[in-house]
């Protein structure tokens, strides 16, 4: 067991390592480079201008140093101001240093956000503990619910009750979140006026049912079919086990089968689909938090993403691989402690 | 202005529908005549799952081949009286109504509803038939081999799996990219998997039979160099086959987000196959190992891979309406329907229409599609 531990963790460090590599090639194509300079020299610069700008700020060193310095394994350079020739803060807005500093990832520094002009924790910290009370929210409304759907549907395999929550299930996974958001949106909000098409107000005044519902529900009826078919179809399958059968002819009850003896083996396959359908709710975050004006991780990653905010860019990218990785790991581990015929090797 | 009351415009719209109509009655009538020899898509007429699954489904495609005829106005013609006009709305120019209402450009929101159907109909099932094959040729290799070949290609589908969908597309389908070399490598790399793939395919079947095989690699290999060249290198010599630069950037996204699922679920699909008698009877004729994998292997996973394609499908088509919804790839006056639900949802608190019909287009597709699969999946585990 340890040793497989040790194994995904070093498999972790390596996609880890990969990816970032990938994301930080991107960011800093040539055309990205020309996009960022423009907008932080707010003029209409010419070539010239720009190939300095970018010259002077460090773009045009060489891509290892680079990427070494933001990892943190090769000292950050301050930049050179031309007329006096000193060594200047490269980021004055977020104190960075003035003598070259080991100051990566691995230090702790996620480096500085060209477009909030604050240092990227500082900016992405927030919007993470807000994306966490929508997911929190989210998790509350659509595992419940999923479950239970599954569970009332796989009890009877074929009856009416099965036929029609699965046609339900399959319309949920039918209904991305910017269809869902639009019917919601048309129907609590503009029709019948109950609910807030905008959850901009739940980041400063608090979360309230008025402005959060219609975000939460967006996002979970999406999740939610995907679930719910995969807990119908692993209570099917332990609903004609034999020791069903056995518990049945001994005479106990239905329900007390159900309860007893089915859901524990029906919920095994369903917890590793609802570890692995959280890289999937990021995109919805993204989606959602854009359609519903929310102040959060996706929120971020889109203005990051839009501007080409390298840093703020590169440490969404890190935070959103390791939510995917880590929740693989919880969903590999868990099954194996859940499931004791299989025993990891 | 004049509208048309509710029950005039469903009336109209069903009228105006026409050509789609008649092909579905062709089709359910020649289905149901030849039930019995239609194999497994005839099998679908049994439950009614199956049958709205293929209404829906055939219902789009039509549309989108007769869009032409369909669509009363041109997706991109702006009447400006019509801004933003409730639907039912009556054109004077020409009396024609605009039935599902005009957007904010005064374009018709129906007319461009029907030619978004092309759009999306083209995309999604190309970039998923692109995907398959990609997934197909690396997957049937990583399973029956194992080993180290499994081992790296497996970590290069996890690395791309692990990639959130969205930051992927936010990185591949900027405007910026374009200008790069990196989107027609891609496609570069990515079209020659089908040529790759046909290739082998007859190869591995017809190596000692020459006169057959000359014609199908001589076939193969004009047809594909032929698609190849007109979407790689826009330099088709016949002029019929060219792709925009910014739809190609989006076809190679979407395949690149794809086929690592795609891979997966091959790479499952053999490890399990491999170890049935009738291999073990072909590696003991002394059959090359990708004869095994193409003409043995891969008949017998079809019926999983037919399904998880149609699921596919409309997955594609969801991916692509999120491209749309941020703006990403398509230009922003494209009519299909995540582009439009997009410039709908601006204004949606005070006009509904422009963006409710494309995303109701946009979900009963992919419903369609879902009960697709589903049947299909049903039926296929009858046997």
Request: charged share 15%.
């Amino acid at each position: 067991m340890f040793t497989f531990f040790l194994k995904r963790l070093g498999v972790m460090a390596l996609t880890m390592l990969c990816l970032t590599i990938v994301v930080f090639s991107l960011v800093n194509l040539d055309p990205n480079l020309r996009k960022l300079s423009i907008s932080q020299t707010n003029m209409r610069a010419t070539d010239v201008e720009i190939e300095s700008w970018l010259v002077n700020n460090g773009y045009r060193d060489p891509f290892i140093e680079r990427y070494g310095s933001w990892l943190g394994v090769w000292p950050r350079q301050p930049n050179i101001d031309e007329k006096t020739g000193e060594a200047v803060s490269r980021f004055k807005y977020c104190d960075d240093p003035t003598v070259p500093t080991f100051s990566g990832v691995l230090q702790g520094d996620f480096g500085c956000s060209t477009k909030f002009k604050k240092k990227v924790a500082d900016k992405l910290i927030p919007a993470l503990q807000s994306t966490g009370w929508l997911m929190f929210w989210v998790m509350a409304v659509m595992i419940p619910s999923a479950l239970l759907i599954g569970i009332l549907a796989g009890m009877r395999e074929g009856s009416r009750t099965d036929r029609s929550l699965s046609i339900i299930s399959i319309t949920s996974t039918a209904t991305p979140e910017y269809v869902s958001g639009i019917f919601f949106t048309v129907i609590f909000a503009s029709w019948l006026g109950w609910l807030n098409g905008s959850a901009a107000t739940a980041t400063s005044k608090g979360i309230t049912f008025y402005n959060f519902a219609l975000p939460v529900m967006t996002m979970a009826i999406y999740g939610m079919g995907y679930i719910a078919r995969m807990t119908r179809a692993s209570m099917v399958e332990v609903m004609t086990a034999q020791y069903i059968r056995t518990a049945r002819l001994k005479g106990m009850g239905f329900y007390a089968v159900i309860i007893k003896h089915a859901l524990r083996n029906a919920l095994i396959a369903p917890f590793t689909v609802i570890m692995l359908q959280f890289p999937w709710l990021l995109t919805g975050v993204v989606i959602v938090e854009i359609m519903f004006r929310y102040q959060g991780f996706g929120f971020t990653l889109v203005q990051a993403a839009g501007n080409n905010d390298i840093d703020l860019l590169l440490a969404c990218s890190l935070v959103s691989v390791v939510v995917v990785l880590v929740t693989q790991l919880i969903s590999d581990v868990g099954y194996a402690y859940l499931n004791p015929r299989i025993r990891v090797k | 202005m004049e509208f048309l009351s509710t029950f005039d415009i469903i009336t109209t719209t069903l009228v105006q529908l026409w050509p789609t109509w008649l092909a579905l009655v062709i089709l359910v009538a020649a289905s149901f005549a030849f039930q019995n020899q239609l194999g497994l898509y005839g099998r679908l007429f049994d439950s009614g799952v199956g049958i709205v699954g293929v209404l829906i489904v055939a219902f789009w495609i039509f549309t989108a081949i007769f869009a032409d005829i369909i669509a009363p106005f041109d997706p991109l013609d702006q009447i400006v009286v019509m801004k933003n006009k409730l639907p039912g709305a009556i054109e004077p120019g020409s009396g024609e109504a605009f039935l599902f209402g005009g957007d904010k450009l005064a374009r018709d929101v129906f007319s461009r509803v029907v030619y978004g159907s092309q759009i999306v109909l083209i995309i999604a099932p190309a970039a998923t038939i692109f995907a398959l094959m990609v997934g197909i040729s690396l997957g049937l290799p990583a399973g029956y081999y194992g080993g180290k070949t499994d081992t790296i290609l497996s970590f290069l589908a996890n690395l791309v799996l692990a990639f959130p969908v969205i930051l992927l597309f936010y990185l591949l389908v900027t405007p910026g990219i374009t200008e790069t070399p990196i989107p027609y490598a891609m496609a570069g790399l990515f079209f020659l998997f089908p040529i790759v793939f046909f290739v082998t395919l007859f190869y591995s079947r017809y190596k000692k039979r020459a006169e057959v095989l000359w014609i199908q690699l001589a076939i193969t290999l004009t047809l594909g160099g032929w698609i190849y060249a007109g979407l790689v290198f826009d330099a088709d010599p016949l002029g019929i086959i060219s792709i925009d630069p910014n739809e190609l950037n989006i076809f190679v996204a979407v395949v690149f987000a794809t086929s690592p699922a795609v891979f997966r679920i091959v790479r499952g699909l053999v490890m399990d196959i491999k170890t049935r008698d009738y291999i073990a009877a072909a590696q003991t004729r002394g059959e090359t190992p990708w004869y095994i994998m193409l003409w043995e292997i891969l008949p017998n996973a079809r019926g999983p891979l037919i399904v998880d394609a149609c699921l596919r499908i409309g997955y594609t088509t969801i991916l692509l309406g999120t491209l749309g919804y941020f703006g990403l790839g398509m230009a922003p006056e494209s009519p299909d329907w995540g582009t439009a639900i997009k410039e709908g949802s601006r204004l949606l608190r005070l006009y509904v229409h422009p963006a409710l019909f494309p995303a109701a287009a946009l979900m009963s597709f992919v419903l369609g599609l879902n009960l697709l699969a589903d049947s299909l999946r049903e039926e296929s585990m009858k046997d």
